[in-house]
């Protein structure tokens, strides 16, 4: 029979969590994946679904300490009776954080690297590395270090590294959370024809929409903890005092590594809104909340307008990768890191606005990359940042619910006259915004509201933006 | 309309990159490890003998175009070298000092040496057809490899650190105990990366079929004619540093 994977009465617990209110662990399931199969692996942010991959393709429990109980089958093998390698010759794993993933210092390397394991002549590696860059697009930026790449360009490389190396089993671990919405359809695409050539692949994803072209998918859904079942609570977020900002750019340039990433971008940024940035992988939106939030140097000018007069722009940045931020033992000491005076009822509202009540006493670094954003989202507002906050990718590792959640917070900071913008390549987050501002790498492409740009579809094809069927405005 | 106006910052940066114009860059890995211990033995040497090895090993570096980036790396050390050739001058004495100075700024060249003419995976490969066992090397070429991450990381930490509101600015000596307290800020996610990086590395190559028995090398390292003779260059060298070094008596 053709190698598929096979789970029976699998459970795993990591050590000393066993009583603590933490991601990734998950009950006895059992579940079949033939080959030609398609499997969605679904449940909400932290309900264990990265450590179920991990199970799948072996790494548990090869390199996991950890309580682990029932079999899995890769192939006709057993995984914990199976050396690693073996198995990662039927069943390959994309991770959830690509950046973390890239062990190579250029993008070719990156892919030979697993080629190599495979023991294959130096023609087929050559074959195959040229086949992943032109199948993920990533021709143009070949010779480049990973490190310099996108967090998109990071996700096509490492789904590029994984695929090359055609193991019949494929598990993926939200692989379309970084990838633009072309990229993600284009991939979705790719996984439908490997599958209907015979290939087998189990992938957890919370946008499960992206999906649907994928043949026979049946969906396995982790419970978790139950989904936000207590009532959302009322949300009280009060600035000092509300004053209506507006940061404004004009001929904003930056320049990164030699290569001109934003050229002269006239911007405004209004207070009371929020405002959602889309555009391709690599299109230089993390440089334009970098550089809104001077980390990043530039040429033009940048200012913060407030009761008619400009200031220095002073705004928090939520980073892309939220274990830059944390580094405190609990959550709740993460928070309110050195405010001797702390707003302790917004520090309440602010936990509860984010759903983190259960885990003020976790430490940060531990919990799940949606529930890490969340915190750092937190520390931000909790210090009041003088005239808005911004966001890099808030959608990560969120599901529906937590997303809802998200934007209502948004929304109340923005009431109070703040400047609140996101970057993110989830168009149904930024459809909930209420300007919503297509990027290119020329400049900008379309501004208003996202009922205006969601129906100027002229605007996504010149951005080069697929623009699904199913995305509506939505006021969240 | 008085807008705020920043012209453009340039950071420094100090990382060693590919010289891929050096005539050392095709050379065999295994030649330029050679190169690189026999120009640390050079350390052992007395001062005159130090300064006529230095002064080939300019010319040298000149011939490489490694010269401009070794100079570099040196003035990056200018504080410490010259804090040290104080210290050495007053508690010994200047001989002693030019000495010391001249050999980190020779260990410096070294570096470049090596680091700009070599790629990680070149340095793995080396490693491994000198017998040593591929996970050891291809965990010595991560290491080389995260050298220049470690920069890049340090930088992403403060910033995103400054970003939340937590580090200061100010340089007044009244808040150096709060500045010495943002440390924390600081080390603590540098470590915690730095830790996840090297597990998310390992979970990737055991992933992607790392330790496979019949792992091929993509390109197997080979000796031409060129790095034979600069092989015996080398060999020359480093006789006669060891004729002339300090060795301390048995």
Not at chain 1, 113 to 119: M, P
Not at chain 1, 335 to 364: K, M, T, V
Request: contains cysteine; proline residues 7%.
């Amino acid at each position: 029979m053709p190698p598929g994977l096979k789970a029976e009465a699998l459970a795993f617990t990591y050590p000393g969590m066993l009583d603590r209110p933490l991601a990734g662990q998950f009950g006895p399931l059992s579940l079949q994946l033939a080959p030609a199969e398609c499997l969605h692996i679904a449940g909400p942010t932290g309900c264990g679904k990265s450590t179920l991959a991990r199970c799948l393709t072996g790494l548990i429990p090869h390199l996991y300490h950890g309580q682990m109980s029932g079999t899995v089958w890769i192939g006709d093998l057993r995984s914990d009776q199976t050396p690693l390698w073996q198995l990662s010759e039927i069943a390959g794993l994309v991770f959830q954080n690509p950046a973390a993933q890239m062990l190579a210092p250029t993008i070719e390397e990156e892919i030979i690297f697993g080629l190599e394991n495979l023991g294959l002549p130096k023609a087929e590696i050559d074959r195959r590395v040229d086949q992943a860059l032109e199948r993920f697009g990533l021709g143009p930026l070949s010779g480049r270090a990973p490190q310099t790449l996108s967090g998109g360009e990071q996700q096509k490389l490492a789904l590029a590294a994984v695929v090359a190396r055609r193991t019949p089993v494929l598990v993926l671990d939200e692989p379309l959370s970084m990838l633009d919405t072309t990229a993600a359809f284009e991939f979705v695409a790719h996984l439908a024809d490997w599958v209907a050539q015979g290939g087998a692949a189990a992938v957890c994803e919370h946008r499960r929409e992206y999906l649907q072209a994928l043949p026979d998918l049946r969906t396995l859904s982790l419970d978790g903890r139950p989904e936000l079942a207590h009532p959302m609570p009322a949300l009280d977020f009060h600035a000092p005092e509300p004053r209506a900002c507006r940061i404004v750019t004009k001929g904003l340039s930056v320049a990164r590594g030699g290569r001109t990433v934003l050229h002269d971008l006239d911007l405004a940024l209004e207070g009371g809104q929020v405002t959602a940035i889309v555009g391709r992988n690599g299109a230089g939106k993390t440089t334009l909340l970098r550089a809104l939030a001077g980390l990043q140097p530039y040429q033009g000018e940048l200012a913060a307008w407030v009761d008619g007069r400009s200031e220095t722009p002073h705004l928090g940045l939520v980073f892309q990768n939220p274990d830059l931020q944390l580094f405190n033992a609990s959550v709740r000491q993460e928070i309110l890191y050195r405010l001797p005076d702390a707003d302790l009822e917004l520090y309440h509202s602010l936990i509860a606005a984010l759903d983190l009540e259960h885990y003020q006493e976790a430490p940060p670094l531990l919990l799940s990359e949606g529930e890490k954003r969340r915190v750092a989202l937190a520390t931000l507002l909790i210090r009041r940042p003088r005239h808005g906050v911004l966001l890099d990718e808030p959608a990560l590792g969120q599901d529906a619910a937590h997303k809802t959640l998200l934007m209502r917070l948004l929304g109340a900071v923005a009431r109070q006259g703040q400047v609140v913008a996101f970057a993110t390549h989830d168009i149904e987050l930024a459809a909930c915004a209420d300007r919503l501002i297509l990027l290119s790498p020329e400049g900008f492409v379309a501004s208003g509201s996202p009922e205006q740009v969601l129906a100027d579809h002229s605007a996504w094809d010149r951005l080069g933006l697929r623009l699904p069927d199913w995305v509506t405005p939505c006021p969240c | 309309m008085p807008l705020l106006s920043r012209g453009s910052k340039k950071q420094r940066d100090y990382r060693p990159t590919l010289v891929e114009s050096s005539p050392l860059r095709r050379a065999d890995p295994r030649v330029k490890l050679a190169m690189g211990l026999t120009a640390s033995l050079a350390v052992m040497l007395p001062l005159p003998g130090l300064l006529v090895f230095l002064a080939g090993y300019i010319g040298f570096m000149a011939w490489a175009r490694l010269l401009p980036m070794a100079v570099r790396q040196a003035w990056r050390l200018r504080w410490f070298l010259a804090f040290l050739f104080v210290l050495d001058v007053f508690l010994v004495n200047w001989e002693l000092a030019v000495l010391i100075v001249l050999r980190l700024a020779l260990l410096a060249g070294v570096f470049i040496l090596l680091f700009a003419t070599t790629t990680p995976r070149e340095l793995s490969q080396a490693l491994e057809s000198l017998r040593l066992p591929y996970r050891y090397a291809f965990s010595f070429g991560l290491a080389f490899q995260s050298l220049a991450l470690l920069d890049d990381e340090w930088r992403a930490i403060y910033e995103a650190q400054r970003s939340r509101g937590i580090l200061r600015l100010d340089r007044d000596w009244r808040t150096l105990l709060r500045q010495v307290g943002d440390l924390i800020a600081l080390t603590v996610p540098a470590v915690v990366l730095t830790t996840k990086r090297a597990w998310s590395i390992t979970e990737s190559a055991y992933a992607r079929g790392f330790d496979a028995p019949h792992r091929r090398p993509y390109q197997p390292l080979k000796l031409t004619r060129r790095d034979w003779l600069l092989l015996a260059g080398v060999a020359v060298v480093a006789i006669a540093i060891l004729g002339q070094a300090r060795l301390p008596a048995l």
